[in-house]
């Protein structure tokens, strides 16, 4: 407690909305509070410098990086991880067509694109490929080459489009 980084401060988040008390380093980001602290490895970690999107969440329903973002920033905030947005069926179609289409490889880069995928979806309904493209262009992924990815976003979009007439 010497006022420095060091320095320790309680937080309340809610977490997939489950409420979690604790106290963290006021240098503790985000990424390593999901992954150590509360076991949710669904979050990944690849630079942590904020440029390769693999430790993407939403934080109050906008997407952040976990690796930026601090633990006592979140403090009241209402987080959601790829557990959470998975588990709740949001994006199960999504998954299915990224599984389909296949969107991802080695799966590394999955959870932050799945999240960075789905804001865009939730405002717009039929975005062009190049709209996709440039949505994840903060998403890095190493196997794909990108194309099945932005495959597997149209098509799902396509199917909720039909699903919806
Ligand atoms: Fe956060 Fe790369 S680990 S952006
Ligand atoms: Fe391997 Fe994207 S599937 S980094």
């Given at each position: ?89 949001e994006?199960a179609d999504l998954?299915?067509a ?23 979806m939730a405002v717009e309904p039929m975005p ?25 976003v149209e098509t799902t979009l396509r199917a909720r489009a039909e699903a919806a007439r």
């Open positions: 407690m010497n006022g420095d980084l060091e320095t320790v401060f309680d937080v309340t988040l809610t977490v997939n909305g489950v409420e979690h008390s604790e106290s963290v380093e006021a240098r503790r980001h985000l990424a390593d509070f999901l992954r150590e602290d509360l076991g949710l490895t669904g979050t990944h970690i690849g630079c942590e410098h904020g440029v390769c999107g693999a430790c993407t969440v939403r934080m109050e329903g906008e997407i952040v990086r976990a690796c930026l973002t601090l633990t006592v920033q979140c403090d009241g905030k209402r987080i959601e991880t790829i557990e959470g947005l998975s588990d709740s069926g994006i998954q299915e990224f599984r389909t289409r296949n969107a991802l490889q080695c799966g590394y880069c999955t959870p932050g694109m799945l999240i960075a995928a789905s804001a865009l062009s490929r190049e709209e996709i493209r440039d949505h994840i262009s903060g998403n890095y992924c190493r196997c794909t080459g990108y194309q099945a990815i932005v495959d597997a």
